[in-house]
C-alpha cells in the first residue's frame, strides 16, 4: 500500500517565502524608482507653468513680480515650503495661473541642507535690478536627468550666472 503525503513540508514553505519576498523586494525597488521619476516630470511641468504665468505678468507690467518673505535663503525669496512667502506671489500670478503649484514633497529644509524640496523664487529687483527685469526659478530634482541650468546675466549685463536645476528667463 502507497501511503501519500498530506501538505508541504516546512522547508518546501520557506523555500517559496523566501522567494516570493526576493521578487517582491525587486518590484518595490523599481517602483520607488518610478515613483521619483514622476514626481521629477510633475515638478517640470509646474516649474514650466509658473514660468509661462512669468511670461504673461511681465508682458502686461513690464517687470516680474516681487519676492519675498521666506526664510530660506533669505528674505528676497518665496519659497513654496513657506506658505506665507509663496503667499506673496500668488496674487500677482492668479491672472494667469489660479494656483501656485507647490513641490510635490514639499519639505523645508534649513538653508545649507541638502534634502529639501520646495520651489524657489526670486524677482532680480530684489537684488538691485530696478525694475525687475529678470528672475530666478530654483528647484531641485530627484535624478540628475533632464536638469535644465539655463545661464542668466546679472544687473550688469556682463555676468552670467549658472543655477544647475533652475529654471530662469533672462
Same mark, same amino acid.
Given at each position: 500500500m502507497i501511503k501519500y503525503?498530506?501538505?508541504?513540508?516546512?522547508?518546501?514553505?520557506?523555500?517559496?517565502?523566501?522567494i516570493i519576498s526576493l521578487l517582491s523586494s525587486?518590484?518595490?525597488?523599481?517602483?520607488? $524608482?518610478?515613483?521619483?521619476?514622476a514626481r521629477d516630470a510633475k515638478r517640470l511641468a509646474e516649474i514650466r507653468q509658473i514660468e509661462l504665468a512669468l511670461e504673461f505678468y511681465f508682458d502686461a507690467n513690464g517687470a516680474y513680480p516681487s519676492? !519675498? !518673505?521666506?526664510? &530660506?535663503?533669505?528674505? $528676497?525669496?518665496?519659497?513654496?515650503?513657506?506658505?506665507?512667502?509663496? *503667499?506673496i506671489l500668488?496674487?500677482?500670478? *492668479?491672472?494667469?495661473?489660479?494656483? +501656485?503649484?507647490? &513641490?510635490?514633497m514639499n519639505t523645508f529644509i534649513p538653508a545649507g541642507a541638502p534634502d529639501g524640496y520646495a520651489y524657489y523664487y526670486t524677482a532680480l529687483g530684489s537684488w538691485g535690478c530696478n525694475p525687475a527685469? $529678470?528672475?530666478? +526659478?530654483v528647484y531641485r530634482l530627484e535624478n540628475g536627468s533632464n536638469v535644465?541650468?539655463?545661464g542668466f546675466l546679472a544687473? &550688469?549685463?556682463?555676468?552670467v550666472v549658472?543655477?544647475?536645476? !533652475? !529654471?530662469?528667463n533672462t
Open positions: 503525503k498530506n501538505g508541504f513540508t516546512l522547508v518546501e514553505l520557506l523555500v517559496v517565502i523566501s525587486v518590484v518595490f525597488a523599481s517602483l520607488n $524608482s518610478a515613483r521619483s521619476k519676492s !519675498g !518673505g521666506a526664510t &530660506d535663503p533669505n528674505a $528676497s525669496w518665496s519659497n513654496s515650503a513657506e506658505p506665507a512667502s509663496w *503667499a500668488q496674487p500677482a500670478l *492668479a491672472p494667469y495661473l489660479p494656483r +501656485l503649484p507647490v &513641490d510635490p527685469t $529678470s528672475y530666478l +526659478l535644465r541650468s539655463p544687473c &550688469d549685463n556682463t555676468t549658472q543655477y544647475s536645476g !533652475g !529654471g530662469l
